[in-house]
């Protein structure tokens, strides 16, 4: 038979309230019982809801109340993710060359398949993966690892905010969710705490043991590192910095590609759409540039120096001259990087290619001493 009503609910709780107060104990209920002739079983199944624990009840507090209560001090709130779109912007000066094809197809693909890219520095390795991604509209969150990064700047952790603390996902939480490519920026200057991303790489996805929650990979979610060396270090000291990373890391990585620089052709090209796009109509000056890297490259490959002109650096000489409108200038301030003897042997290089160039005439403004 169902369950009679005897007393209105709201009664009961108001009569109990006005003889014991918001807190009462089951002496209290079976003493209520007996001075109106009712059922200590049927009163009881009224005040299930403020049950505190067994013979105490809290008129006040619901025990659903209870229970959000307990869940904000043990489970911390999550901060949304922002709603923004990260395709990244094409590039409409880019020229494809190197890895860029087998990459864009890896990443059309959607198929999870962790790739390495390695080569010299200033040779597109990160460039190319940001335009695959945006020729393919697949969103990018790029990573740049330094030897600090740890499990609390990859996967997340508990920020401050507005007085509360909250869970903020770390960007590879973001691209497991999201399905997006995550790139890992010069990789090899990470230490072991990279090792938090073993389950990742493995496709498997993580748990986020803070707020006991796993987050598994969405459907296009893929990792590509670059790296300046093969994760081995760096045996010449050109790239200082860099770490031998885990063996066992290493191998989560299907594919490695090397890219190398641009041949003659197609760094022209770059230099020349770049140039165009900067209201610099001057092809002669974009292939003396190359001409003159391409020497460079090929004298340090052969051991005769120990510095290089990447494609980076030459790029920053196009800006330079669209700034100063001098060419002379814009070498010789994108190449005051090297040390002097370097800088010099290589002005002397460019006027063997170029001998309208003066250095000589060349006068950069420098602050004076106080």
Known sequence: MPFQPVVKKEELISDLQNLYGSKITT????????????????????????????????LKVTTKKVAEIERSYQAPSVQPPEQQSLIPTKDDTFVQFGSFTDVKKIIQSKLFYPTFITGLSGNGKTFSVEQACATLKRELIRVNITIETDEDDLIGGFRLVNGQ??????????????????LLDEIDLASNKILCLQSVLEGNGVFLKKIGRYVKPAKGFNVIATANTKGKGSDDGR?????????????????????SYPSVKTEFKILKGLADTLNVKDDDFCQRLVDWGDIIRKTFYDGGIEEIISTRRLVHIIRAYAIFKNKAKAIEVCVNRFDDETKQAFMELYDKVDADVDFEKTEIDTIPNV
């Open 27 to 58: 002496a209290d209920v079976k003493g209520y019982c007996a001075s109106r002739d009712l059922k200590y079983y049927t009163i009881t199944r009224y005040l299930k809801d403020f049950k505190v624990t067994r013979g105490k009840w809290n």
């Open 165 to 182: 603390t909250v869970w903020h996902n770390g960007p590879v939480i973001e691209a497991l969710e999201r399905g997006a490519i995550l």
């Open 239 to 259: 790239f200082i910095g860099t770490n031998v990373l885990n063996e066992a890391f290493l191998e989560r990585f299907p594919v490695t590609f090397e890219q």
